[in-house]
T-cell receptor
Framework: AQKITQTQPGMFVQEKEAVTLDCTYD???????LFWYKQPSSGEMIFLIY??????QNATEGRYSLNFQKARKSANLVISASQLGDSAMYFC??????????????FGQGTTLQVKP | GAVVSQHPSRVICKSGTSVKIECRSL??????MFWYRQFPKQSLMLMAT?????????EQGVEKDKFLINHASLTLSTLTVTSAHPEDSSFYIC??????????FGQGTRLTVV
């Protein structure tokens, strides 16, 4: 069975500093994708970054980077130069790739990030 | 980028009535869409997979007769909450995968049953 674990219910970070949000996963699928989403209070799910299980390099998208350690089954999100607008709930999610279940996202519990001015 | 549009964003209905929520892919065709439910301060839980031209696939514990899903075209999936009760009050959100590396969500629908 697939499982995503986010062990940090809440995090604080000072504006302009970097922050790491933890995510570990468990899956028996040979190929899978890992996603991070931001959910502000409005409820919308904003796609941030994607990492494929066979990607050799860690994914980066602007201020977001994914620290992917396959052997440890972790996919931590790093946000650099935090901004007040980064305050939101962040979800790590996983989906199998190349199977009939591709597209089904399994989510972690989420981490609430608050950026302090 | 790919856009998924969901309507309505908020709905209040009386107990016992039905509510229909629409999910559209605006610039790509989606043979499969997904419906999730989220209770306050909790994670998203997959309810069902909507398949164009065939029956939806429901996750364990989700009542298919209560949550009717129709995927009549390559760009539209609908979720109908039938005979709604206060415990059905929740945030419902749909998603679609234009490609393996991206999953986009609708804006979500906040349902309140009174």
């Amino acid at each position: 069975a697939q499982k995503i674990t986010q062990t940090q219910p809440g995090m604080f970070v000072q504006e302009k500093e970097a922050v790491t949000l933890d995510c570990t996963y468990d899956t028996s699928d040979p190929s899978y994708g890992l996603f991070w989403y931001k959910q502000p209070s409005s409820g919308e799910m904003i796609f941030l970054i994607y990492q494929g299980s066979y990607d050799q390099q860690n994914a980066t998208e602007g201020r977001y980077s994914l620290n992917f350690q396959k052997a440890r089954k972790s996919a931590n999100l790093v946000i650099s130069a935090s901004q007040l607008g980064d305050s939101a709930m962040y979800f790590c999610a996983m989906s199998p790739v190349g199977s009939s279940n591709t597209g089904k996202l399994i989510f972690g519990q989420g981490t609430t990030l608050q950026v302090k001015p | 980028g790919a856009v998924v549009s969901q309507h309505p964003s908020r709905v209040i209905c009386k107990s016992g009535t039905s509510v229909k929520i629409e999910c559209r892919s605006l610039d790509f065709q989606a043979t499969t869409m997904f419906w999730y439910r989220q209770f306050p301060k909790q994670s998203l839980m997959l309810m069902a997979t909507s398949n164009e031209g065939s029956k939806a696939t429901y996750e364990q514990g989700v009542e298919k007769d209560k949550f009717l899903i129709n995927h009549a075209s390559l760009t539209l999936s609908t979720l109908t909450v039938t005979s709604a009760h206060p415990e059905d009050s929740s945030f419902y959100i749909c998603s679609a995968f234009p490609r393996n590396t991206e999953a986009f969500f609708g804006q979500g629908t906040r349902l309140t049953v009174v």
